[in-house]
């Protein structure tokens, strides 16, 4: 009975009994929680990712140690009440706009190499893209992430460590990039702080064939990616030649 209600967050046995694991325990860090759930390490992280995703776990850190903080149960409904409302909104427009994409089926077929994110939710399904790729490089300002999306500060990192990919990253030298460092370098996550004064206007985020430019306003935040190979070989070696000469920060 239990399963059933949970599984209208899409979570299956083994993530609802993590869930609950973690009620009892209320606030805790991520590895206690896990030896609570009888849950691996590195099986845990991909639970967690999965909790994060479904909005009934949050994470912080403190004394540099990540935490998990269950939701409260009494939310509950109301989660699922919105997510019923949205999925009801979707379908509403997309019935209404089927003529429409029928016609671009037929006519639009090849995917554009340019795709603008506008918003802090746009600009989450662009990391949410980011994260289906094995391995990246990047250069960012760990205080703009946390400043405007706080939640991939901490999910970019853990999802690529529980799904065994590699990273490279040079950060804008600020409080939050110590934070960052402390937190997540390992032996396949490279992290780097640069000098004092050497900064960016943008994060740049290079994938095998794809480059994300990530731009901050005083009250949102755009993106652009671009989908070509050597544009994004390119960008490499000139993160290689900074990585050569920064990389040991």
């Not at 603008?116 to 703009?144: C, I, N, Q, T, W």
């Not at 992430?145 to 990192?157: C, T, W």
């Not at 999802?159 to 030298?173: D, M, N, Q, S």
């Not at 390992?186 to 900064?199: D, F, N, Q, R």
Request: proline share 5%; with cysteine; glycine share 6%.
């Amino acid at each position: 009975m239990m399963q059933d209600i949970f599984a209208q967050f899409h979570l299956d046995q083994k993530e609802t009994g993590a869930f609950l694991e973690l009620v009892k325990l209320g606030a805790s860090p991520v590895s206690v929680w896990a030896k609570h759930a009888g849950i691996n390490r590195s099986s845990m992280y991909v639970v967690l990712d999965r909790l994060v995703a479904a909005g009934v776990v949050s994470l912080f850190a403190h004394r540099g140690v990540m935490h998990a903080k269950p939701l409260p149960v009494a939310d509950l409904p109301a989660i699922l009440e919105r997510k019923r409302r949205e999925i009801d909104e979707a379908k509403a427009i997309l019935i209404s706009r089927l003529p429409v994409l029928a016609k671009l089926e037929a006519t639009h077929a090849i995917r554009p190499t340019v795709q603008f994110y506008e918003g802090p939710a746009r600009v989450a399904f662009m990391y949410e893209e980011v994260l289906k790729e094995p391995s990246f490089v990047s250069v960012f300002h760990p205080g703009r992430v946390k400043g405007m999306m706080p939640e991939y500060f901490h999910k970019i990192p853990l999802t690529l460590k529980a799904r065994g990919g590699r990273a490279k990253e040079l950060l804008v030298r600020c409080s939050e990039a110590e934070e960052y460092k402390k937190l997540y370098a390992s032996a396949k996550h490279g992290i780097s702080i640069l000098p004092e004064g050497v900064t960016f206007s943008s994060d740049t985020i290079i994938t095998k064939q794809k480059i994300y430019l990530v731009g901050y306003g005083k009250d949102t935040i755009v993106a652009t990616e671009i989908w070509n190979g050597e544009l994004a070989q390119t960008q490499s070696v000139l993160f290689d030649l900074l990585w050569s000469t920064y990389g040991r920060s």
